[in-house]
């Protein structure tokens, strides 16, 4: 069965904070994206990559670096965390011709 | 750059009704249109998908058609139920593998 995981379902940080936001998938993906949600903007992509050790700009990237040491993790990074990155934040895994699997989210909340 | 358009943002109809949910896109290289279902609290998960070479797809109560030459696809729910509630994405990808573009959502709502 196809699982894409991420470290937590909720979080809450202070502006400034470094945050990490974690994705695991077991299904051999060369794929992976991070996205966020926002009501009434749907799914907007902030990085993906293709590779180990590559990455490519989204839509969205200010305030967000990745890191992709390993096929199957997939890190997003707020350097430091703002109010406007509060958001829900849904990893996805899809392999060279297979649909994108989601994560469960993570819902970040930046005080 | 790359955009997709999808209408209504929001949709309430009777239970038993036919919901149409539509997208257009921007960028005519496009070949792969998915749509996907996120209930509440979930995860969005995928529900019916189209390739450029079709013109239409069914999958029992639910159906995506595409019009390539006006840029638009839509996804039609037949005999619609209360579980059919959820918010609904379309999406468009240039290249197999390659990042979606995504629509803006649909909230439908089936009243029993």
């Known amino acids: 069965d196809v699982k894409v995981t991420q470290s937590s379902r909720y979080l809450v940080k202070r502006t400034g904070e470094k945050v990490f936001l974690e994705c695991v998938q077991d299904?051999?993906?060369?794929?992976m994206f991070w996205y966020r949600q926002d009501p009434g903007l749907g799914l907007r992509l902030i990085y993906f990559?293709?590779?180990?050790?590559?990455?490519e700009k989204g839509d969205i990237p200010e305030g967000y670096s990745v890191s992709r040491e390993k096929k199957e993790r997939f890190s997003l990074i707020l350097e430091s965390a703002s109010t406007n990155q509060t958001s829900m934040y849904l990893c996805?895994?899809?392999?060279?011709?297979?649909?994108?699997?989601f994560g469960p989210g993570t819902r970040l909340t930046v005080l | 750059g790359e955009n997709v358009e999808q209408h209504p943002s929001t949709l309430s109809v009777q239970e038993g009704d036919s919901a149409v949910i539509k997208c257009t896109y921007s960028?005519?290289?496009?070949?792969?249109f998915p749509w996907y279902k996120q209930e509440l609290g979930k995860r969005p998960q995928l529900i019916i998908d189209?390739?450029?070479?079709?013109g239409e797809k069914k999958d029992q109560r639910i159906a995506v058609t595409l019009n390539k030459t006006a840029k638009h696809f839509s996804l039609h729910i037949t005999e619609t139920q209360p579980e059919d509630s959820a918010v609904y994405f379309c999406?468009?990808?240039?290249?197999?593998?390659?990042?979606?573009?995504f629509g803006q959502g649909t909230e439908l709502s089936v009243k029993p």
């Open positions: 996805a895994s899809g392999g060279q011709h297979n649909e994108q699997f």
């Open positions: 189209i390739r450029s070479n079709v």
């Open positions: 990559s293709y590779d180990v050790k590559m990455k």
């Open positions: 960028d005519s290289a496009s070949n792969y």
């Open positions: 299904m051999d993906h060369e794929n």
């Open positions: 999406a468009a990808r240039r290249n197999q593998g390659g990042k979606l573009i």
